[in-house]
């Protein structure tokens, strides 16, 4: 078992610890701003990872002079959100009471509801369909233009070329019901999972080192974008009905081979934040190349596969290791920027923004790197502060700089 499928089968219960047991340090998913009309739509907290639960209660509207012109208090148990034309929408998480399996044991089910309200004005959030899961399953969802949902999962839900994609689109009944449409493609030669799923609802996978639980979602006017970020991978889909369109990697050489190879996964956490630009663009920081080709094998934290389901045991290796980590940032520190085209798929090395680091050099640093745009257009570079363990971490108004880009 690779530490990507150790991940995804420690999600549900050990989060906060588990998405850093990788080669090197990780820094907290992005968070991606949407551009509006002369504003952009944030949150300053982390939320939820991986379906968790119990995250974010603030939605902020952005002006260009920095004002936050409106908060928006998003619905309880809120785990993701998205805009689109004026309308928000909240995705939440709860546990229900299952029905009686064949054995005669009651099932542990999760019901997942999206909630929409207007931007402007005061109409309240409505409830316009809901989904039923046996295991926490969703990671994030995009509102598509013909009124569909792309989802992305990390337990295989959506059939697909005789397996399971991560990524699928949900539709509504009559019922009121969003129901599994069809899995899409995410430009893969096999199905991320296999067919054949197990006691706990999941499968093999024939990617073993495609780690699915913390996906940077991205929008544009024309295209929703789905960041692997451990890998440097970009899905990019169709707004309009959650077509696969092209697939964006910035290494080549962590193509398909790599993820299909057991055990031969080396390489470190790759991604460092991503944002899309006003115009359309997306920008994104990544480790250097010289850290992704080596990091990993000069450093490599060895996670014992023996203790996966031990959370105590985790924290207590987490923190034995800490060392590794942060000699894998000392000796590989540097800090590489790109500008990627969804329209076309193109990748080219970009300028280090002006006044913003150009290392990380310890976890501690890693774990403060946070970068977002502002509504003109700049970024801003702030701290991450205090943590409550499996609910993500909550980033506090702790500015380190206004970085300009033009």
């Known amino acids: 078992m690779s530490k990507h ?18 080669n090197g340090q990780n820094p907290p998913p992005s968070r991606p701003v949407i551009w509006g009309n002369g504003v952009i739509y944030h949150d300053l907290s982390r939320g939820a990872v991986a379906g968790e639960g119990g995250a974010d209660s603030l939605f902020k509207i952005e002006s260009i002079n920095g004002k936050i012109e409106r908060s928006i208090i998003l619905p309880a148990k809120t785990i993701k959100r998205d805009v689109l034309d004026g309308k928000a929408f909240a995705l939440t998480l ?17 019901m997942y509801r999206i909630l929409e309200r207007s931007i402007v004005g005061e109409t309240g959030w409505q409830e316009i369909g809901n989904f039923r899961s046996r295991r926490k399953a969703i990671t994030g969802f995009f509102k598509l233009g013909n009124g569909n949902f792309l989802v992305t999962t990390f337990r295989p839900v959506f059939k697909f070329q005789g397996g399971y994609s991560p990524i699928g689109i949900l539709a509504k009944n009559d019922r009121k019901e969003f129901v599994q449409k069809e899995g899409v493609s995410i430009g893969l030669g096999k199905a991320y999972w296999q067919e054949t799923i197990d006691e706990e609802g999941d499968a093999k996978t024939n ?32 707004a309009e009905d959650g077509k696969f369109e092209r697939q964006i990697r910035i290494f080549d050489f962590i193509d398909e081979s790599a993820l299909h190879r057991e055990g031969a996964f080396s390489y470190p956490y790759v991604g460092l934040g991503a944002q899309v630009r006003k115009d359309g663009y997306i920008l994104v920081a ?16 060895n996670f014992p596969i023996e203790i996966a389901t031990n959370s105590e045991k985790i924290k207590k290796w987490y923190f034995d290791t800490e060392y590794i980590r942060d000699q894998n940032l000392k000796q590989f520190p540097f800090i590489t920027w790109w500008l990627l085209d969804p329209k076309t798929g193109s990748v080219k090395q970009e300028a280090r923004p002006e006044n913003f680091p150009d290392r990380i050099s310890s976890a501690a640093d890693m774990w403060n790197w946070n970068w977002r745009f502002k509504a003109d257009e700049n970024l801003i570079y702030y701290s991450t502060e205090g943590a409550t363990e499996g609910k993500g971490r909550t980033l506090k108004q702790k500015i380190l700089g206004v970085i300009g880009v033009k």
């Not at 499928?5 to 990788?22: E, H, Y």
């Not at 073993?208 to 899905?235: C, K, Q």
């Open 5 to 22: 499928q150790t991940l995804a089968k420690m999600v549900s219960g050990t989060t906060a610890i588990a998405v850093s047991i990788l």
């Open 94 to 110: 709860e546990g229900v009471q299952g029905q009686k399996l064949a054995k005669g044991e009651i099932a542990s089910r999760f």
């Open 207 to 238: 990617y073993p080192n495609l780690m699915l639980i913390t996906p940077a979602l991205l929008r544009t006017p024309d295209h929703v974008i789905v960041g692997y970020e451990s890998i440097g991978w970009f899905l990019v889909f169709r």
């Open 286 to 301: 990544t480790r250097s190349q010289q850290a992704v080709e080596q990091a990993g094998q000069a450093f490599n934290d």
